[in-house]
């Protein structure tokens, strides 16, 4: 085996030694002060297998499938992006980083239930910021909150003399949400009631 060869900054002899300590192609390039393709290259030459971990194809499939873009899929597999990324491109698979992970059936029979943009999220086990995406690019409206009372209930109690305290207290609703719609409606403040006591 040669000593070095021309123009290389290394030994094959240094090359196999670091190979048997386990580094990969990159981390040996970082110790020989070469580049990782001449690394990869005379590594190859040489007949050495790579110490790139292997990637169960069963495994890889079941992720992909799924929808996990290249850093979910390598969190899966414990192994870094970048060497699934490397896989995935080897094997001809397109890149999954728009691939949607649910239908936008699913999400029309969420939205459909009323659902806001962080439920259907929940349901979807997906970020609510996708939810919402989903949401405006189907042209569609955001639910919002629920309100927990109607116009009309708000302009009953109003009618009997209670103040807002008091009709939050009955519709199961903040003070504060009562005195935004009643001031959405037009409707004047009513003062605490006289409950007998005095100073």
Excluded at 28 to 46: M, P, Q, W, Y
Excluded at 154 to 159: E, Q, S, V, W
Aim: proline share 3%; hydrophobic share 30%.
């Amino acid at each position: 085996m040669k000593s070095r060869r021309r123009g290389s900054p290394f030994t094959d002899q240094q090359l196999i030694d670091l190979h048997k300590e386990g580094l990969n192609d990159r981390e040996i390039a970082e110790a020989l002060g070469s580049n990782c393709r001449t690394v990869n290259g005379r590594r190859r030459k040489l007949g050495i297998e790579s110490t790139m971990p292997r990637i169960n194809h069963r495994r890889f499939l079941e992720l992909y499938e799924r929808g996990l873009n290249d850093p979910e899929i390598a969190g899966a597999l414990g192994m870094k992006g970048g060497t699934v990324w490397c896989y995935r491109k080897k094997h001809g698979f397109a890149s999954s980083w728009n691939k949607p992970s649910f239908t936008d059936q699913q999400f029309l029979t969420l939205y459909g239930k009323e659902l806001r943009d962080g439920e259907i999220a929940d349901e979807l086990d997906v970020p609510k910021y996708v939810a919402r995406y989903r949401r405006r690019k189907l042209g569609l409206k955001s639910h919002g909150y629920k309100r927990l009372f109607t116009d009309q209930q708000l302009i009953t109690l109003h009618g009997e003399g209670l103040n807002d305290k008091e009709k939050g207290k009955r519709l199961g609703a903040s003070k504060e949400v009562v005195f935004y719609h009643r001031n959405r409606l037009g409707l004047k403040a009513i003062g605490r009631r006289d409950t007998g006591w005095t100073r």
